[in-house]
């Protein structure tokens, strides 16, 4: 039971350049998050999934957009990566998430030069 | 403005030591969760409580929920080296129960 599997786990990319990230999960979970984890700033909330085929803006979303196209995957997409987007992303998912909490990838650390 | 303030934000202690985390708000939440997390890994879920009140215990470290579902504390006994990462609660709000994370206490067990 590989759990929440995110790829790719580094990345450096230039100004301006665009970038996917993956989430997969194999526990058939309706829920999915995306985080970002910054110094000083905790965990912040990007987007999220209730579903297959849905998505809604967390926190901070700008600059992020994702997609939900098959219920194990959920996606996010920089489309023009700025300097600000430099962190720790991670991926969460969850079946019932107030009481059994959510299961987190081991995350992506992007670094934007 | 931050919901969840954790206290406190960095703690090191020595092996065999007693400690304790706070995690205040202002808000009242459905749930309050916690979460350890290691370097280089994602946070992993210790506990969830549920009722003002409650107390839960797992191993040598306590939960315990305030009695208005507003503040939480983690109380470690006999602190280990195994013990040291960043330590996260984290409150449920809404129907959907996004979860509203504090930034966290970085807690260093030294042998």
């Known amino acids: 039971n590989a759990g929440v599997t995110q790829t790719p786990k580094f990345r450096v990319l230039k100004t301006g350049q665009s970038m996917t990230l993956l989430c997969a999960q194999d526990?058939?979970?309706?829920?999915m998050y995306w985080y970002r984890q910054d110094p000083g700033m905790g965990l912040r909330l990007i987007h999220y999934?209730?579903?297959?085929?849905?998505?809604a803006k967390g926190e901070v979303p700008d600059g992020y957009n994702v997609s939900r196209l098959k219920k194990q995957n959920f996606l996010l997409g920089l489309e023009s990566a700025a300097p600000s987007q430099t962190s720790v992303y991670f991926c969460?998912?969850?079946?019932?998430?107030?009481?059994?909490?959510?299961?987190f990838g081991s995350g992506t650390r992007l670094t934007v030069v | 403005t931050q919901l969840l303030e954790q206290s406190p934000q960095f703690l090191s202690i020595q092996e065999g030591e007693n400690l304790t985390v706070y995690c205040n708000s202002s808000?009242?939440?459905?749930?309050l969760q916690w979460y350890r997390q290691e370097p280089g890994e994602g946070p992993v879920l210790l506990v969830t409580?549920?009722?003002?009140?409650e107390v839960k215990k797992l191993k040598r470290l306590t939960f315990q929920f305030g009695d208005a579902r507003k503040d939480s504390s983690l109380h470690i006994t006999a602190a280990q080296p195994g013990d040291t990462g960043l330590y996260l609660c984290?409150?449920?709000?809404?129907?959907?129960?996004?979860?509203?994370f504090g930034k966290g206490t970085k807690l260093s067990v030294k042998p």
């Open positions: 969460a998912s969850s079946y019932f998430p107030a009481r059994n909490g959510y299961t």
């Open positions: 526990m058939n979970h309706e829920y």
């Open positions: 999934s209730v579903g297959e085929g849905t998505t």
């Open positions: 808000s009242v939440f459905s749930s």
């Open positions: 409580v549920v009722t003002g009140g």
């Open positions: 984290a409150g449920v709000r809404g129907s959907q129960g996004n979860l509203i």
